[in-house]
């Protein structure tokens, strides 16, 4: 079992930057592929970003390419999301999840949700015009 818990998320203007952080505990943190999703009110859960065990690759979806930055800590079982360059419609919960690398057969996998075993709680945030 991996149990994570995310953090930082709050309240921002529009164009403000805010760093999220999800703490993993219990089995091996670092063979685990860790990624970032979020739901906006009324709206289906998406792929936001996600980063490899293996070698550190990093993904993300094409809204927040050049504004958010997805980084892993291994030492500190924490997974981090820099975001700048706010806008109103990154307005979301904001879930860290966690899926065994092994699985992850190709580069489509990790923008799945399914493929992620374990998730978070979810953090708010919300970004004001």
């Known amino acids: 079992q991996v149990q994570l818990v995310e953090s930082g998320g709050g309240l921002v203007q529009a164009g403000g930057s805010l760093r999220l952080s999800c703490a993993a505990s219990?089995?091996?943190?670092?063979?685990?592929?860790m990624g970032w999703f979020r739901q906006a009110p009324g709206k289906e859960r998406e792929f936001v970003a996600a980063?490899?065990?293996?070698?550190?690759?990093?993904y993300y979806r094409n809204s927040v390419k050049g504004r958010f930055t997805v980084s892993r800590d291994n030492a500190k079982n924490t997974v981090y999301l820099q975001m700048t360059s706010l806008k109103p419609e990154d307005t979301a919960v904001y879930y860290c999840?966690?899926?065994?690398?092994?699985?992850?057969?190709?580069?489509?996998?990790?923008?799945?949700?399914?493929?992620?075993?374990?998730w978070g709680q979810g953090t708010q945030v919300t970004v004001s015009s």
């Open positions: 219990g089995r091996t943190f670092s063979r685990y592929v």
């Open positions: 980063i490899a065990w293996s070698d550190s690759s990093t």
């Open positions: 999840a966690g899926g065994r690398q092994e699985l992850f057969f190709s580069t489509g996998y990790y923008y799945t949700g399914n493929n992620y075993d374990y």
